[in-house]
């Protein structure tokens, strides 16, 4: 008998977690072998049960989704990522290939497909859930610049509810400033309203570190 791919969830609601977890198990072969409620659980399961893909959402508390790739990658190379996401940002999820992710899909993803996306993955290919790739396609080049240091603050701020005179007089700049940021932001981002703007800063960990700290 063959092996079964061992699969962790790492997804800090449960009802979402329930979901995902009903959709694995029903699938021959697939095991779910931990379910992680937050960063730092996901780090310490990945350790302990080495399973072979972790279904990761990138908006955890303790540590984002973000920061746990980046450790994963780095002390366990051979662990496949998929990241789960509701956020349409482009700049994200551009940022999460570039760490070495495994595939990328919408919480919104049918089952059908994210059991396709699983296989692929085991197969060593790349999956992008179908609503994704058409996105990527058409903000690709320009989402892969990177922010600029006042560009994550300016995101951080917005995310945090400031208004534009208010985010002006904490960064010292002008109201005109702020607002050419912003225009910039959505550019780059493809973004098209504040929401996705704040989905991103709260899937990078902007919103969890001090204006100050910021790099």
Sequence with gaps: MSEKISILLAEDHALVRAGFKSIVQA????????EAEDGLECLELVRSKSPMVVLLDLSMPKLSGLNAISHIKKRYAETKIVVLTAAE???????VLELGVSGIAMKSISPKELIQG???VMAGELFIHSEIQPILDEAEGLTNK???VREKQVVK???EGFKTKEIAEQ????DRTVSKHRENLMTKMGATSTAE???YANES???KVRLEEIE
């Design 157 to 159: 701020l917005v995310a």
């Design 205 to 207: 960990g902007l919103t």
């Design 146 to 148: 990177r922010l600029s």
């Design 118 to 120: 699983l296989h692929k």
């Design 171 to 174: 960064l010292e700049i002008s």
């Design 197 to 199: 703007l704040t989905n």
């Design 27 to 34: 699938e021959e072969g697939f095991e779910v072998v931990g």
């Design 89 to 95: 940002t482009t700049n994200v999820w551009n940022e």
